[in-house]
C-alpha cells in the first residue's frame, strides 16, 4: 500500500489550504486515517482523524478550522484548512490503520501505512 500525500504549499496567516493523500494497491475503506504533523524541532503530532464510517476527532489546536474528509470511491482523504496560523506550520502526514472501535485516533502507533509528508508553510 502506498500514501500519496499532496497540495501542500506556502500561504499567508488567515488563509486557507487543502491537503489530499491517495492511496494505492488496495482498498482502503475499511481503515481509520489521519493526518499527523511534525513542526521543526517538535514530535510528530495528531491533528485530525477519521474512521471508515465517517466519524472524525480534531485535536484541539484544529478544532474548528480543519476539516477531514474522504472519498472511498477514490480511496481519498482530504484535509481542509481554513484560518491557517504560523503555529500550524509543518509536513503533514497522512496515515491509514485498521483500528478498532476502541481505538483512540490520536496514537500514532496504530496507523499501520504512512505518506511520504507535504510541507505546509504558514508566513505571518
Known amino acids: 500500500v502506498q500514501l500519496q500525500a499532496c497540495g501542500g504549499g506556502l500561504v499567508q496567516a488567515g488563509g486557507s489550504l487543502s491537503v489530499s493523500c491517495a492511496a494505492s494497491?488496495?482498498?482502503?475503506?475499511?481503515?481509520?486515517m489521519a493526518w499527523f504533523r511534525q513542526a521543526p524541532g517538535k514530535e510528530r503530532e495528531f491533528a485530525a482523524g477519521?474512521?471508515?464510517?465517517?466519524?472524525?476527532f480534531y485535536a484541539d489546536s484544529v478544532k474548528g478550522r480543519f476539516t477531514i474528509s474522504r472519498d472511498n470511491a477514490k480511496n481519498t482523504v482530504f484535509l481542509q484548512m481554513n484560518s491557517l496560523k504560523p503555529e500550524d506550520t509543518a509536513v503533514y502526514y497522512c496515515?491509514?490503520?485498521?483500528?478498532?472501535?476502541?481505538?483512540?485516533?490520536?496514537?500514532?502507533?496504530?496507523?499501520?501505512?504512512w505518506g511520504q509528508g507535504t510541507q505546509v508553510t504558514v508566513s505571518s
Open positions: 496515515a491509514a490503520g485498521a483500528l478498532k472501535g476502541y481505538d483512540g485516533l490520536v496514537y500514532a502507533k496504530k496507523y499501520t501505512y
Open positions: 494497491g488496495r482498498t482502503l475503506n475499511s481503515y481509520s
Open positions: 477519521i474512521r471508515s464510517y465517517g466519524s472524525t
